[in-house]
């Protein structure tokens, strides 16, 4: 992609580019509906798409589904860890409305409330001692198949989370601006409206405001209100190039997107919300607290979270080490319905035999960045039948269409030689090309 493009959108993925995916409705018919149904996830960010599954686990008939997930950053694997904590642990005093909001804090806003800052100190802390021990294999994820390194790298990563130290302003949100923008800087305001309404709401986000977008795009605040907090957000923090041993070299700082914002995941879908004229960030909200309820009680909420008046301080919980027995230190978790297994980091072409992945995997899911992965040693875990997703650019205002057309060209091209075929039409999600792989004659 041109240079300009991957200068808005950084070196690090800490989101993705499209909306969640109950993944279940993208399998392909299995005939023997008992038999576990693999699922490959390959630089899928923040790990929305399995968090929605297993939220949505429960209804219809049920299914034996493994997730597995292949990362090349420890900070990757780290994040989408601590998300799981925090939609599984038993809430305690706080409901799933305030654990949603300090979530998306988390997700995507570059500056913490205290509050949220000490939630994430807290649960960070917990996650290093569970992988640190002798019980990886249980807990929010399985981490058996990761290298003893790789685990040791996910300990640094969190272990800097607990007790972030500071981040030098030459390596943060308005340096990256001025970079991008050079003599535009003073019209960034102009310039960010117009991406907006020019790039975004013409290829359908147009859920996502002009004053949300536009604050977002100044300070790098999302989902806040009342302006936010002044702690810098350690999760999205990391070296410029990723380091497989978890120390973020001499370039600490942020190096992620600056251009698209972190509000497709869950402010496109409206399905949670009765009311009209919402924002991407109440949609968002109305989204990860529905999606939190049904993962706590099994049930989707009967009144649409989105109609509810939120809290009146809007912040998120205090942090308290949860019970836990002697064995773990983490509390007591709500039980998973889907089961998530991560990969050794760069692994996702030739994972380890004993993930046992080769020609049994039902779908494949590709991030955007991840696209160089698609290759024939990829192809050959699919199973007969598969069905390839593959995220596109198409909300990222600064990609124009003959870009986007481009990387769709050359996904298809890189899924024939994989052993796919185009399957477009009725179905396919929104931002994503589809394939499938010739089932067996």
């Not at 997700?107 to 205290?114: E, K, Y």
């Not at 009967?302 to 027995?325: F, L, M, T, V, Y």
């Not at 991030?367 to 199973?383: F, I, K, V």
Request: aromatic share 6%.
């Amino acid at each position: 992609m041109a240079a300009g493009v991957e200068e808005g959108l950084g070196t690090v993925c800490w989101w993705g580019l499209s909306p969640a995916l109950d993944l279940r409705q993208h399998l392909p018919p299995d005939p023997d509906p008992e038999a576990e149904a693999a699922v490959l996830l390959v630089g899928a960010a923040e790990g929305r798409h399995f968090l929605l599954t297993a939220a949505r686990a429960r209804r219809g008939p049920p299914r034996t589904i493994t997730l597995f997930v292949a990362e090349q950053r420890p900070e990757a694997v780290a994040r989408q860890l601590l998300f799981l904590l925090l939609a599984l642990e038993a809430p305690g005093r706080s409901g799933p409305a305030a654990r949603a909001a300090a979530l998306l804090e988390l997700l995507g806003s570059v500056r913490l409330r205290a509050a949220t800052a000490a939630l994430l100190s807290g649960a960070a802390g917990r996650l290093r001692r569970w992988v640190t021990g002798d019980r990886h294999r249980e807990g929010p994820a399985d981490l058996g198949l990761m290298k003893c390194r790789e685990r040791d790298a996910l300990e640094i990563v969190l272990r800097r989370w607990e007790r972030p130290g500071p981040v030098p302003e030459s390596r943060g949100w308005d340096r990256r601006l001025r970079r991008r923008l050079g003599t535009r800087y003073e019209a960034r305001a102009a310039v960010a409206d117009w991406e907006l309404r020019m790039g975004l709401h013409p290829r359908g986000a147009t859920t996502v405001s002009p004053a949300e977008f536009g604050r977002w795009r100044e300070s790098g605040v999302a989902f806040v209100p009342r302006g936010g907090g002044d702690v810098p957000n350690p999760t999205l923090q990391s070296g410029r190039l990723p380091r497989a041993d978890g120390q973020p070299g001499p370039d600490l700082g942020y190096w992620g997107d600056i251009v698209a914002g972190p509000f497709l995941a869950f402010g496109l879908a409206t399905d949670q919300l009765r009311s009209p004229g919402k924002t991407a960030t109440e949609i968002s909200l109305a989204n990860v607290t529905a999606m939190l309820h049904e993962l706590l009680t099994g049930t989707p909420p009967e009144d649409p979270p989105g109609d509810r008046d939120p809290p009146a301080d809007g912040d998120p919980p205090e942090d308290q080490d949860p019970p836990c027995d002697d064995t773990s230190p983490l509390g007591p978790l709500v039980p998973l319905p889907v089961r998530v297994r991560f990969l050794p980091l760069g692994s996702a072409r030739r994972p380890p035999p004993r993930a046992r992945l080769g020609g049994h995997c039902r779908l494949l899911l590709l991030g955007w960045r991840s696209l160089q992965e698609l290759t024939p040693e990829l192809g050959q875990l699919a199973a007969p039948g598969a069905t390839l997703l593959v995220e596109l650019p198409t909300f990222v205002p600064t990609v124009r269409q003959p870009q986007l057309d481009a990387f769709r060209a050359q996904a298809a091209a890189l899924a024939r030689e994989s052993g796919f075929e185009p399957w477009g039409g009725p179905g396919e999600p929104p931002a994503c090309a589809r394939f499938r792989r010739p089932p067996q004659p």
